[in-house]
C-alpha cells in the first residue's frame, strides 16, 4: 500500500500541557480506498517525554 490509501489524524482538546498532566487525543484514521481492507495494524508512536497510561485508550 501506498502513503495515501490510509490517511491518519490526531487531534487533541489540549494546546498546552504541564508536566505530568494527562493530554487526551484522538486518532482518526481513514481509508482512502473504495474497498475494504483486511489484515492492517495501525500504529501511533507516543512522542519522547510522554508516557501511555495503562488501560486508557478507548475504541
Known amino acids: 500500500m501506498d502513503g495515501d490509501t ?3 489524524v ?6 498546552k500541557v504541564i508536566r505530568g498532566e494527562l ?5 482518526r484514521y481513514t481509508n482512502n480506498l473504495s474497498l ?6 495501525l500504529q501511533d508512536r507516543i512522542p519522547p517525554g510522554f508516557k501511555y497510561v495503562e488501560n486508557s485508550a478507548k475504541l
Open 10 to 15: 490526531k487531534t487533541s482538546p489540549k494546546n
Open 36 to 41: 475494504e481492507i483486511r489484515n492492517i495494524a
Open 23 to 27: 493530554v487526551p487525543y484522538t486518532l
Open 6 to 8: 490510509i490517511t491518519a
